[in-house]
């Protein structure tokens, strides 16, 4: 049974299969709502395509698996409406020129605009934007952003973020809109050791919290849900174990960023057509009002 706020999720004999080859095969999966997930893996195994896939981004060739009531491959639409990306490169990068203040406006925007109900849209102004606040207020502190640690509060350029800061940022965008499963790409890249602990007690914080956390990483942790894409062949997944699949070749990776990017579109058109209404809405204020109705969202 699903909890509160997380969701089961199960695979048996669950692959892929791509223009180049195999990417992944024999996945064995059944994690309880609100697990820590890890699929662990060297760099063109397949990782990040069966994290898409296990997300509802990528469409898998057999097997089957589930997310909570979903279906998988049969109905990715459900799976994408209760999940949410971050930190996969090619499809929830960052804008370097953009502020953090800047990135978590926009995306309350876009969760208030397309994630919400039109009942929601027609309340006054004053209560959207305390809702735009509680849901930036408790994203950030569920992925340990301390904006008043930044070297400019919210106005830091994402440029100028370090590494473990920029992931933090990534979290906290994805935790807005109140994901069910959330799926989290190259977790332990180029972090040093003291980091990657940071990262994982983060990731298994928000896993307690109720929400399910699927992540990739090049080594799991002790007590997580291990799905391994090693070339070590197939068993079934149970908390600290690890499940193998078998390995693609170094090729499929250049097609997981080009695939992930086509079948998130709408998160594209939706940015774009967002930024559009914003700009339409807010085009009487000037740019004093606009930095003060930031800084009043982030307080």
């Given at each position: 049974?699903?909890?509160?706020?997380?969701?089961?999720?199960?695979?048996?004999?669950?692959?892929?299969?791509?223009?180049?080859?195999?990417?992944?095969?024999?996945?064995?999966?059944?994690?309880e709502p609100g697990s820590l997930i890890?699929?662990?893996?060297?760099?063109?195994?397949?990782?990040?395509?069966?994290?898409?896939?296990?997300?509802?981004?990528?469409?898998?060739?057999?097997?089957?698996?589930?997310?909570?009531?979903?279906?998988?491959?049969?109905?990715?639409?459900?799976?994408?409406?209760?999940?949410?990306?971050?930190?996969?490169?090619?499809?929830?990068?960052?804008?370097?020129?953009?502020?953090?203040?800047?990135?978590?406006?926009?995306?309350?925007?876009?969760?208030?605009?397309?994630?919400?109900?039109?009942?929601?849209?027609?309340?006054?102004r004053g209560e959207r934007a305390g809702?735009?606040?509680?849901?930036?207020?408790?994203?950030?502190?569920?992925?340990?952003?301390?904006?008043?640690?930044?070297?400019?509060?919210?106005?830091?350029?994402?440029?100028?973020?370090?590494?473990?800061?920029?992931?933090?940022?990534?979290?906290?965008?994805?935790?807005?809109?109140?994901?069910?499963?959330?799926?989290?790409?190259?977790?332990?890249?180029?972090?040093?050791?003291?980091?990657?602990?940071?990262?994982?007690?983060?990731?298994?914080?928000?896993?307690?919290?109720?929400?399910?956390?699927?992540?990739?990483?090049?080594?799991?942790?002790?007590?997580?849900?291990?799905?391994?894409?090693?070339?070590?062949?197939?068993?079934?997944?149970?908390?600290?174990e690890d499940t193998g699949t078998e390995?693609?070749?170094?090729?499929?990776?250049?097609?997981?960023?080009?695939?992930?990017?086509?079948?998130?579109?709408?998160?594209?058109?939706?940015?774009?057509?967002?930024?559009?209404?914003?700009?339409?809405?807010?085009?009487?204020?000037?740019?004093?009002?606009?930095?003060?109705?930031?800084?009043?969202?982030?307080?």
């Open positions: 049974m699903d909890g509160p706020h997380g969701l089961r999720v199960t695979a048996e004999d669950f692959g892929l299969d791509g223009p180049r080859g195999r990417v992944f095969r024999g996945v064995r999966l059944d994690a890890a699929v662990e893996g060297p760099s063109g195994s397949g990782r990040t395509c069966l994290l898409l896939a296990l997300t509802g981004r990528m469409k898998a060739t057999e097997g089957t698996a589930a997310v909570g009531p979903a279906r998988l491959p049969k109905q990715m639409a459900a799976v994408r409406r209760v999940s949410a990306l971050a930190h996969v490169p090619g499809v929830t990068d960052l804008d370097p020129a953009l502020t953090v203040g800047e990135h978590l406006r926009e995306r309350a925007l876009l969760q208030r605009r397309f994630g919400g109900s039109l009942r929601a849209l027609l309340r006054p809702e735009a606040r509680s849901r930036i207020g408790a994203a950030l502190t569920a992925a340990g952003l301390d904006l008043d640690a930044l070297p400019k509060g919210p106005r830091t350029a994402v440029r100028d973020l370090e590494r473990l800061e920029t992931l933090r940022l990534s979290l906290a965008l994805a935790l807005i809109g109140r994901p069910r499963l959330l799926g989290v790409d190259d977790t332990d890249l180029k972090l040093s050791d003291a980091e990657r602990s940071e990262v994982w007690a983060l990731l298994r914080s928000v896993a307690e919290s109720g929400t399910t956390v699927v992540a990739v990483c090049s080594e799991a942790p002790e007590g997580a849900v291990v799905v391994s894409t090693a070339p070590a062949g197939t068993a079934r997944a149970t908390a600290g390995a693609a070749t170094d090729a499929d990776a250049e097609t997981e960023t080009e695939t992930a990017a086509s079948t998130d579109t709408d998160t594209t058109t939706a940015t774009t057509t967002a930024t559009a209404t914003a700009s339409d809405s807010d085009s009487d204020s000037d740019s004093g009002n606009h930095d003060r109705e930031t800084a009043d969202a982030l307080a």
